[in-house]
Structure formats: C-alpha cells, structure tokens
Nanobody
Framework: QVQLVESGGGLVQAGGSLRLSCAAS????????VGWFRQAPGKEREFVAAISWSGWSGGVVDAADPVKGRFTISRENAKNTVYLQMNSLKPEDTAIYYC???????????????????WGQGTQVTVSS
C-alpha cells in the first residue's frame, strides 16, 4: 500500500507561483498514475491534473481546462515524488489540493475520483487578490 503526503501549499498573491509535492512511501510511485484534485469551500472536489504511471513511454498527462497552460504535473521517480507546478495563480485556484494514486495501469489517465484508491490529506492553497 502506498502512503501519500502533500506539501508546498501556502498563501500567495494573484499572479504568483507555488509548487506542490506529493511524496510517497511504502511503494514506488512510478507504478501508479497520480492525480491532483482540489476542493474549494462550498464546492465539490474536482480534477486538476494527472500523470500516467512510468510504464507508458514518455508519460501521459492531462489537465483540466481551467488550469491548462498554467499548471504542470511532473514526476521525479528518484525522489518518489510527483509535483504540481502552479503559475499565474488566480483567486479561484484557492482550495485544498489533494494528490491521489491509481494502481490500475490502464492506458492514459482518468479524471474520476473513484479511479484513485489512495489519497493524501491535502494541502491548503490560498491566492489573494
């Protein structure tokens, strides 16, 4: 079983950047598709971005439309970590950000929360205007 811990959240002004980390223990994160999700106050948790497990040559990535061109997901297998680089942050990006792992190894990535078996506790991101 893999355990996930997010870090890197904080308070930033609009237009700023943050890099979130999702560090794994217990298993090699390279064997999992990893997704980032977020939940804003009063809203449902939503998909942000995902990266396929390392078995797919070059990796497969996907990102939700509101963050495309601003957020980048990547992995560093040597550190057993997946990152979410967030640039040009907006107040509407304020949320708790969660990383999650999917062990299914299907081709590509999935946006549905139910596909992900393992979840971290989340890290708060607050963007001030």
């Amino acid at each position: 079983q893999v355990q996930l811990v997010e870090s890197g959240g904080g308070l930033v002004q609009a237009g700023g950047s943050l890099r979130l980390s999702c560090a794994a223990s217990g298993r090699a994160l390279s064997n999992y598709t990893v997704g980032w999700f977020r939940q804003a106050p009063g809203k449902e948790r939503e998909f942000v971005a995902a990266i396929s497990w390392s078995g797919w040559s070059g990796g497969v990535v996907d990102a939700a439309d509101p963050v495309k061109g601003r957020f980048t997901i990547s992995r560093e297998n040597a550190k057993n970590t997946v990152y979410l680089q967030m640039n040009s942050l907006k107040p509407e990006d304020t949320a708790i950000y969660y990383c999650a792992a999917d062990a299914s190894r299907v081709f590509g990535v999935r946006r549905t929360q139910g596909a992900y078996e393992y979840w971290g506790q989340g890290t708060q991101v607050t963007v001030s205007s």
